[in-house]
């Protein structure tokens, strides 16, 4: 499937917009993550040690690391799970293979060991970049993936062949050039959570991403130079993209309701963080430990959550915490389609959250400039084309669909879902976000 939204013949690669970045910005930190070295120590005025890269050390690194990658034999197209732990290796090896034109798969760990197999099996990978643990399920279940044949271990490797990080990272770029892309061409395989049915893997197009990243750096006003703690490490990648530098927080991002709000705070303290991205479960624990402990966080300017409706007493203790010229947005979306519109916190205190408490639903707000969206009569079955939907009038009840250059077009695994979900529009298509709204 394709869409006329973006053109074939735009040349893109998203692994680029870092080489922009590191040109611009190259001596800005790109990545920072809690360090645990006993050997380290923290600097001035703060409670842990830490380490980062640059962004251009960030670009020479996923530079090399593409050029090995390439040697090894993975051509543009070639189907690799990248496995390994949220930090400066995940954000460093996803633009390794972005460059590389690898199709980057991946998945949530915890979505359970059965799921993340199956998930695993369903896409069909020709190799693995991952840590030892990783790898060790990888052999236990080889005949799952019969067509995987590249392998690298990031840490120490034992008896399962292919190279390590390590050893790729002593290669060079002699003769390297990032893969030339289209907006067409296929970048990752990400996997839906499951909450509403088996998980499916979405295909990203190099142009989604590209899309998603200006979409999201205009709504928002992000600028080369900000500091964003990610509590959600795919965050870290657009940050990379944007110039803005990614702090990894000490949480485990697979079960944000456990997180510690201490570790939170202290990484907006150690950082002067101005972003934020996390759950709404992440910033119940952390609203409700800064209101409790009468604690401010001044220079938290631009707060995001997404994943879920955030809960207007969340709002309200955020909004108290941060900066008081700060903004807390919820963007709307879905795996397949991210992001479809935001709100405000100040618009939902001010004027939505009386309705919604009275059952008239939780408002999303206004649509990306590059979103286009209907609501249509409720179907149970699918709908081939756009001619066969009822279109509804301002006010019905109906099911929310979306079109755009952010919108993915296809599921590559359980690919029957793509009839369910997708409805042809001359050489575009919609897709049903499974949502309820008017």
Known sequence: MSSSTMPTSRSVNIGSRLTAMAKRVPDQLAVVMPWNDRRSRPRAGQTRSYRWVTFAELERDSNIVAAGLQRMGVKPGTRIVLLVRPGIEFVMLTF??????????????????????????????????????????????????????????????????????????KGTTDGYRTVSTTAEDPAAIIFTSGSTGPPKGVLYRHGNFDTQVEEIRRRYDIQPGGRDLAGFPLFGLFNSAMGVTTIIPDMDASRPASVDPCKIVE?????????????????????RHCVDAKLKLPTLRRVLSAGAPVPTHVLRNLQETIAPDGEIWTPYGATESLPVASIS????????AEKSATGAGTCVGTRFERIQWKVIRISDHPIATLADAEPLSRGQIGELIVRGPVVTTEYVTRTESNAWSKISDGDSFWHRMGDVGY
């Open 96 to 169: 390794s293979l972005f460059k590389a034109g690898a199709v980057t798969i991946l998945i949530d760990p915890g979505m359970g060991r059965q799921h993340l197999l199956d998930c695993l099996q369903q896409a069909r990978p020709e190799g693995f970049v991952a840590i030892p643990l990783a790898h060790i399920a990888r052999l236990l279940h080889r005949k799952r993936f019969p067509q995987a044949r590249y392998f690298v271990t990031v840490g120490r490797r034992w008896g399962w062949g292919g190279t390590t990080l390590r050893r790729l990272m």
């Open 267 to 287: 990484a907006i303290e150690d950082w002067q963080i101005d972003q934020a991205f996390a759950s709404p479960a992440v910033w119940n624990a952390v609203g």
């Open 345 to 352: 916190a100040r618009q939902v205190l001010s004027e939505t």
